[in-house]
């Protein structure tokens, strides 16, 4: 993939945002409280506790096998656990699925998806929880829909089925399914693993511009830590499926947690506005 163009860059966004998920009542805050999954037998995740305010951008790191896509895949209702999950104060687990997905969206990292279905229909299927039972999707669903892939840079693809994209374009997909989703609470695993390094941009932008216009909760994984400390406001570090630090990113993103967690040896400098800033050393 080329070079990102310049319009790709989020200076270039138009101010709209309030299209793509609507403001007011988007507020939600996410608390979960001793969240336990097993998996195959095995604990996974273990009394993991976790508070995202309204509006909070909660970053999960940790090294591969962690616990991270479990973490969000129980957050999103996919997998059996044990614990509470609430958004605001109601326990996510005793909501219907159509009331589930309009409260919380959900990007995995790896989705299975349908090769011949188009750009936009499978951008649309965001818009399920909207649709009346039977009935088909409106004007206004439409809109929203184009309106999230034109922000993700995706219009020109639209009518290109998903088995013809390049990863990027894939991942952008995913995410624009779940922005189409307007639900207050986002859960976006690993959303710029496959994007380079513009598109991460417009990604990680994006997402910060609609928190803080709309407020809405985001949970990410993501694994460029550097990254994860200059766009959260809040970070937890899983280990082996527990939770070995959270904080500000500068309580999380130190040497000594980096050099234990992840078997790395890094240097941790400060960037703009005091964000720490993470380097691998050579040893
Ligand atoms: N469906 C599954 N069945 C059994 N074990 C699983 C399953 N999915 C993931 N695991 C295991 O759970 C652990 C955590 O996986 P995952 O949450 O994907 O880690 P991360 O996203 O942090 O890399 C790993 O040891 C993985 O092998
Ligand atoms: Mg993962």
Redo the contacts with the bound molecule.
């Keep these: 993939m080329p070079d990102a163009a310049p319009d790709a860059l989020p200076d270039a966004l138009p101010d709209v945002v309030s299209d793509v998920v609507p403001g007011g009542d988007a507020m939600s805050r996410l608390t979960v409280r001793d969240l336990s999954v097993v998996?195959?037998g095995?604990p996974?995740?273990s009394e993991v506790g976790l508070d995202v305010r309204d509006g909070g951008w909660l970053a999960v790191i940790?090294?591969?096998?962690?616990?991270?896509?479990?973490?969000?895949?129980a957050l999103a209702g996919v997998l059996p656990y044990g614990g509470d999950v609430l958004i605001d104060d109601t326990p996510v687990r005793r909501l219907r699925h159509r009331d589930r997905a309009r409260l919380l969206a959900y990007a995995p990292?790896t989705p299975a998806l349908p090769v011949d279905m188009t750009v936009f229909d499978y951008a649309l299927l965001g818009r399920t929880p909207y649709i009346p039972y039977l009935g088909r999707e409106g004007r206004c669903d439409r809109e929203v829909t184009a309106s999230v892939l034109e922000r993700l840079d995706l219009s020109r693809l639209a009518s290109r089925p998903l088995g013809r994209l390049s990863g990027g374009e894939r991942q952008r997909v995913v995410l624009a399914r779940a922005l189409a989703q307007q639900a207050p609470v986002l859960l976006l695993?690993?959303p710029t693993t496959a994007l380079d390094l513009g598109h991460q941009q417009q990604v990680l932008e994006l997402v910060d511009r609609l928190r803080l216009a709309d407020g809405l909760t985001v949970v990410t994984?993501l694994h460029d830590l550097s990254l994860a400390g200059q766009y959260a406001d809040a970070m937890m570090l899983?280990s082996a499926?527990r939770v070995a630090a959270s904080g500000v990113p500068a309580e999380v993103l130190t040497e000594e947690l980096i050099a234990e967690h992840f078997e790395a040896r890094v240097r941790v400098g400060t960037g703009p506005a005091g964000r720490p800033e993470v380097h691998l050393e050579r040893p």
């Design positions: 998996l195959d095995r996974v995740l940790g090294a591969n096998g962690a616990g991270k896509s479990t973490l969000l895949r990292q695993d690993e994984t899983l499926g």
